[in-house]
């Protein structure tokens, strides 16, 4: 099986395979349960590869791992950043409290130093905002 790729002009973003569970783990915690908005989705979506992890991972009510955790700011940080919205709605995506969505923006924005980081969440950002459209558009089109 051929490992994904994401191609944003003539750079190449491999996605890390998703690790398997090892047997014998505990039950996890229960899953966010509500619909899940579009622009969520896509975020998600698109996170959960670049991290390689599970998207259930990000919906997750307890912190998890800090690779989770670190996936799960990310994502609170496109939702904020990247999609425009308040911190409070951000929040409530990912079940979460609009302090912990600044949290996250200043986690983010504080490792965005790092240069190699801060490509990744341009690409991340790039990627999220055309997903985003893309969505959108075909919504508006099937009304």
């Known amino acids: ?12 973003l491999h996605v890390a395979p998703r690790p ?7 039950t996890p915690p229960p899953l966010v349960s509500h619909p899940r908005p579009p622009r969520l989705a896509v975020i998600e979506t698109v996170v959960a590869q670049v991290f390689g992890i599970d998207v259930r991972d990000l919906r997750r009510t307890t912190r998890g791992r800090a690779p989770v955790a670190l996936a ?22 990912f ?14 924005e ?13 690409l ?5 905002t055309a997903l985003v459209d893309r969505c959108i558009a075909a919504t508006e089109t099937q009304r």
């Open 1 to 12: 099986m051929q490992e994904p790729t994401i191609h944003t002009n003539a750079t190449v």
């Open 20 to 26: 398997a569970v090892p047997p014998g783990l505990p």
């Open 72 to 93: 799960r700011q990310v994502a609170m940080y496109l939702a904020h950043a990247g999609c425009g919205l308040n911190m409070s709605d951000a929040g409530k995506l």
């Open 95 to 108: 079940a979460r409290d609009r302090t912990t969505v600044a949290h996250a923006c200043c986690v983010i």
């Open 110 to 122: 504080d490792r965005r130093d790092d240069p190699v980081f801060d490509r990744t969440m341009e």
């Open 124 to 128: 991340l950002e790039a990627a999220v």
